[in-house]
């Protein structure tokens, strides 16, 4: 009965809980480990080449180093500093300008505006007022009955 008892008080709930996260810890070390441990090996296993797979890189790279189209790569660059020179110069000739239309358009645009929005509340008063008469129709409709 006592060795029960003794057994059931050295794993409670707490000592189950601890005993997880120290097993969780341990796991997350291993895995440290492992994580930092494995481009060690990767260059330990980079210097055991033989001199003919070297060879061979050394061969694949000069080619893909030879197909690069340069003389492309080139003109494309010259390209895009030719293209952002030249919007520089339009914004600095004509500032003023480009702000004058834009006002003008904000303007116009608010006009327009004015005029749709009152065209609309105009509209609106209408059919209020319209339902209006229509709930008094039935009001007095039904007084009358």
Sequence with gaps: MESQQGWKMRFSFKNATILVCFL??????????GFFAAPKRRATAGHQTDPTQLRYIL????????????????????????????PEREIQQVPKQTAAVDLSKRLKDRAMNDV???KALEEWRMRKMERARQREIEKNGTLTS
Excluded: D, F, G
């Design 116 to 118: 749709n929005s009152q």
């Design 59 to 86: 061969e694949s790279e000069e080619i893909r180093h030879a197909m690069e189209p340069l003389e492309l790569i080139k003109r494309i660059k010259e390209i895009e500093q030719e293209a952002y020179t030249e």
């Design 24 to 33: 969780n810890l341990v796991a997350v070390l291993l895995l440290l480990h």
